[in-house]
């Protein structure tokens, strides 16, 4: 099992529980508060632990991964397969020459299988669900759903044009609510699991990001519904919030920040242009060329927790593969007062 920041947090709640246990005892009943304090300490980590190590095996079980064309999808599906498990590797251009499919073609492995996926397809979701029935062979299971796939943009509210919100709801929300619920079945009966990837920006805003923001608010609701719903069937449902990788997939590419930026520039109207300004308009998108080259450039505490979404007998809710600048900052906008987190993190 290996050690990450999310097992320190719950290690550390684990004693604050027994701190506030020991404290209610030792008013009761005469006894050494400190003592009973590590005794239950040492209880709660001990049970926390061990359930945290525990694993089934990936022998005999199938997931699918959507967005496998690039980044943290591509990556994720050598990865699962490398682990034993059978790969259908969801790919937007697997029928049109993309790199991503291509590059997971080539692997010879009778576990890895490409698939046409567009998450936006009604048509060829459809499609992938038959194939997933028509590839699977007797005994195994669809055990997992990744729900990876997404599309990121920026701009302030009053550049972006509606298509484009649009976009990013189709892709990132209504696509994976659309796969889930395709999946679903075939989950349920392997009482598996549905993984899905919002971001730490899907529980703290962040001004120029509203597009991509709102889809991933939406996609915790969703998935915190399903998850109430899915207990009753055995199936546990895990989100992951990744902080800062951009320097490590295409998620924001220089090209891409330039092209939108000309979308919004010629849509927007002739008095939010005069309003906002052209230089204004431009150092917020150079700004945002210079956040295309930041972020950790190490993908596997991602792949770590996709990973511990699908093999963990009890896997966690969440998963935060970030780096402690995130960390700290997902506390104070979640634990903290609204205008600290304005003041220390919002310009
Ligand atoms: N990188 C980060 O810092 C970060 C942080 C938090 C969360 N995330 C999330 O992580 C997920 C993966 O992103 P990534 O960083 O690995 O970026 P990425 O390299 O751009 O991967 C996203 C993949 O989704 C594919 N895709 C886009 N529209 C699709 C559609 N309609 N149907 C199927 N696939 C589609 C993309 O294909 P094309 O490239 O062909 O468009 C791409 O292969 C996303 O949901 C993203 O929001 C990323």
């Given at each position: 099992?290996?050690?990450?920041?999310?097992?320190?947090?719950?290690?550390?709640?684990?004693?604050?529980?027994?701190?506030?246990?020991?404290?209610?005892?030792?008013?009761?009943?005469?006894?050494?508060?400190?003592?009973?304090?590590?005794?239950?300490?040492?209880?709660?980590?001990?049970?926390?632990?061990?359930?945290?190590?525990?694993?089934?095996?990936?022998?005999g079980?199938?997931?699918?991964?959507?967005?496998?064309?690039?980044?943290?999808?591509l990556a994720l599906a050598l990865h699962l397969n490398n682990l034993g498990f059978r790969v259908f590797a969801g790919c937007l251009l697997a029928e049109s020459g993309g790199e991503g499919a291509k590059q997971l073609r080539q692997v010879k492995s009778g576990k890895l299988h490409v698939?046409?996926?567009?998450?936006?397809?009604?048509?060829?979701?459809?499609?992938?669900?038959?194939?997933?029935?028509?590839?699977m062979p007797k005994g195994e299971m669809l055990w997992g759903v990744v729900n990876n796939a997404g599309y990121s943009t920026y701009g302030e509210v009053e550049w972006v044009p509606i298509d484009i919100f649009n976009k990013a709801l189709q892709v990132n929300t209504v696509g994976l609510i659309a796969v889930t619920k395709a999946f679903l079945p075939l989950v349920r009966k392997a009482k598996g699991r549905v993984?899905?990837?919002?971001?730490?920006?899907?529980?703290?805003?962040?001004?120029?990001?509203?597009?991509?923001?709102?889809?991933?608010?939406?996609?915790?609701?969703f998935c915190d519904c399903l998850r109430y719903e899915m207990r009753a069937w055995g199936v546990k449902v895990s989100i992951i919030e990744p902080g800062n990788f951009i320097a490590a997939t295409n998620i924001f590419t220089k090209k891409g920040i330039e092209d939108t930026a000309e979308i919004m520039w010629k849509q927007m109207s002739e008095e939010v242009k005069k309003d906002y300004g052209r230089s204004h308009f431009r150092a917020r998108v150079d700004l945002?060329?210079?956040?295309?080259?930041?972020?950790?450039?190490?993908?596997?505490?991602?792949?770590?927790?996709?990973?511990?979404?699908?093999?963990?007998?009890?896997?966690?809710v969440r998963y935060n593969p970030m780096n402690l600048y995130f960390r700290a900052r997902l506390f104070v906008a979640t634990h903290l007062p609204e205008w600290v987190y304005e003041r220390l993190y919002i310009q």
């Open positions: 099992m290996k050690w990450t920041w999310d097992k320190s947090d719950a290690v550390l709640m684990c004693g604050m529980v027994s701190a506030v246990g020991a404290m209610a005892v030792s008013t009761l009943v005469s006894c050494s508060c400190w003592l009973l304090f590590i005794l239950l300490w040492g209880v709660f980590a001990g049970i926390y632990i061990i359930s945290a190590a525990l694993e089934v095996s990936p022998e079980r199938c997931v699918l991964v959507t967005g496998c064309d690039s980044g943290f999808g698939l046409q996926l567009d998450v936006t397809s009604p048509k060829q979701i459809s499609a992938a669900v038959e194939q997933v029935k028509k590839i993984v899905t990837i919002s971001s730490g920006l899907a529980r703290m805003a962040a001004p120029m990001r509203s597009p991509y923001i709102v889809s991933k608010y939406a996609v915790e609701g945002m060329k210079k956040y295309a080259n930041t972020g950790d450039t190490d993908l596997s505490p991602v792949l770590h927790a996709f990973t511990e979404g699908l093999v963990q007998r009890f896997p966690q």
